[in-house]
């Protein structure tokens, strides 16, 4: 079944279940000051269930192009060294507004798991939130019984708060969620250790695929809890594992949604990547990394642009550059690419992707063209920067790298924060980070001194959470963007 087929048959079975198919919202959000992407299917619905507004019909479907990598979801760091997680990916999702509820979801859920897609319930598991009496959260019982009568009880597992229970924040809507998790392996593993064991432990072929969220409670301000007087489901599927379970893969890499970028890959620099059915080498899983971070987060980097958001130095324009900038790095240095490449990808993205999601058709020039700029213009210092950061390690005697010489390699050479410290974690170094923000602390003070205008340029979305620093404005500037953009 290829991947078109696994997404219509998603929308069309839940259109047959009375929802009304809406469009992916944008990736890049504009108007909401709390997130700056899309990381989840919900969140363009996020005031309907806060009582705000009413949606178009009270049973919605949709794919909605997601991203994580900021605030409380950020997958960065495991892109490219598992093979189920992405900065960008589709969650396909069904929702009711107040309407149907534990029983409609869950039997929905297994009819298009088990009937339509055809899943062995044999390679099924599913979490259940076992509930949490200090908190004064109960046991989903009812959920319990329902799964209970599709599927072994033994194949049930309880889960924890972490995993199993929804919140919006402090206060407002909050419930408890099912999940349904799919065991790949081969028989020979499967006899070895029991499925159930590997769940929601990072096993690449245990994964989960399935959020079946519950919004039945209203957490007050007093931290108790109420009944809402409307129920509703939010459910959230990862279209790429999903594809990777129906194709008989066991990596998400080596479904259709990847292996024609990956062959684009390939084709521009000769490199080969080896796919999950055969163990790679050492030298061969550092290609694979790279080629899985490169068609990652090209994907990212080419509908961001698509919906508006252009790479540059501030804000969400400055995640998309640290994106692309982390995968040009990863080009440079395992694939040998010394000239802008992956923006030749994005016509690869387009012809598959436009069909469904025209936006990428519509600015396949665009999206191109920023995409090569952005690489020429990295592409510029980064082998300079490389350099420098070799020489600081050889002339270091302990294993720690001074944020001073993080701040040049930033400043300068353009290289983000977060790049710099994955580099030199490869190499088995760490990067005084507290050096590094005191370095730019008085940058800071200094420009501000020369200008006497107040720049407020760092943002932090979440407190203390160093991956939420998203930019400066400082040496580079957006003058080739902005003019590209008016083409
Ligand atoms: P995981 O535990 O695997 O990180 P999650 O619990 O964070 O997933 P949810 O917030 O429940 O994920 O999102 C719903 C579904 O979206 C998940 O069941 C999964 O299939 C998919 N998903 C979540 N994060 C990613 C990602 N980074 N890349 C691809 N799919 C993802
Ligand atoms: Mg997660
Ligand atoms: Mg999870
Ligand atoms: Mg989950």
């Known amino acids: 079944m290829t991947s078109q087929d696994v997404r219509k048959q998603f929308l069309e079975f839940f259109a047959s279940k009375g929802h ?46 997601c ?3 900021s605030g409380k979801h950020n997958d960065l760091e495991d892109v490219g060294f598992d093979t189920y997680h992405h900065t960008m990916f589709e969650m396909l999702g069904n929702w009711s507004f107040g309407d149907y509820f534990k029983k409609e979801a869950i039997n929905w859920a297994w009819e298009l798991l088990t009937e339509v897609y055809k899943i062995p319930k044999e390679n099924l598991y599913i979490s259940v939130f076992e ?47 099912s999940e349904i998790h799919v065991d ?44 809402l007087p409307a129920k509703h489901v939010d459910t959230g599927m990862g279209f790429e594992r999903l594809c990777m379970a129906l194709q008989g893969k066991t990596s998400n890499y080596d479904t259709d949604v990847f292996t024609p ?7 521009i620099t000769g490199f080969k ?11 061969e899983e550092k290609t694979n990394i790279a080629i899985r971070v490169v068609v990652d987060h090209v994907r990212a980097v080419a509908f961001a642009i698509a919906d508006g958001q252009l790479p540059s130095n501030t804000g969400a324009g400055y995640v998309i550059r640290r994106i ?37 058709k519509l600015q396949q020039q665009l999206v191109t063209n920023v995409i090569r700029e952005e690489e020429a213009s990295f592409l510029r210092t980064l082998d300079q920067g490389l350099q420098l950061l070799d020489k600081v390690i050889e002339e270091e005697k302990g294993t720690i790298i001074a944020g001073a010489k993080a701040f040049e390699l930033y400043d300068t050479f353009g290289f983000p924060i977060d790049l710099t410290a994955l580099i030199l974690r490869e190499k088995g170094f760490e990067l005084d980070e507290a050096g590094f923000n005191a370095a730019m602390q008085e940058q800071k003070k ?42």
């Open 20 to 65: 009304l198919i809406v469009p992916s919202a944008p990736i890049v959000l504009k108007d909401d000051p709390t997130l700056m992407f899309n990381n989840s299917g919900m969140a363009q619905f996020k005031e309907y269930f806060l009582g705000n507004g009413t949606p178009k019909s009270n049973r919605i479907a949709d794919t909605q192009k």
């Open 184 to 227: 790949i392996r081969s028989a020979e593993e499967k006899a070895l250790v029991s499925g159930k064991s590997l769940v929601n432990n990072d096993h690449p072929q245990v994964v989960e695929i399935w959020n079946n969220v519950f919004m039945e409670f209203n957490r007050k301000a007093d931290g108790s809890l109420e009944k």
């Open 324 to 360: 692309l900038r982390r995968a040009i790095r990863y080009g440079f240095t395992f694939l040998n690419t010394k000239e802008p490449f992956i923006n030749q990808l994005v016509s690869v993205l387009a012809n598959q992707m436009g069909e469904f999601f025209p936006e990428i």
């Open 131 to 177: 509930g949490n009496p200090a908190e004064n959260v109960p046991f989903d019982q009812e959920a319990w019984h329902i799964w209970a009568a599709l599927i072994d009880e033994d194949r049930i597992i309880l889960g924890n708060k972490k995993d199993n229970f929804w919140e919006m924040g402090d206060q407002g809507p909050c419930g408890p969620c």
């Open 67 to 69: 991203l994580r990598v």
């Open 273 to 283: 990547y080896v796919d999950n059915a055969v163990t790679p080498s050492a030298v």
């Open 261 to 267: 970028l990956i062959e684009k890959v390939e084709q």
């Open 446 to 487: 200094r420009s501000r001194a020369a200008s006497e205008v107040s720049t407020e340029d760092w943002s932090v979305l979440i407190p203390g959470n160093v991956e939420t620093f998203v930019g400066y404005d400082q040496s580079e500037s957006d003058v080739k963007i902005t003019r590209i953009r008016k083409v």
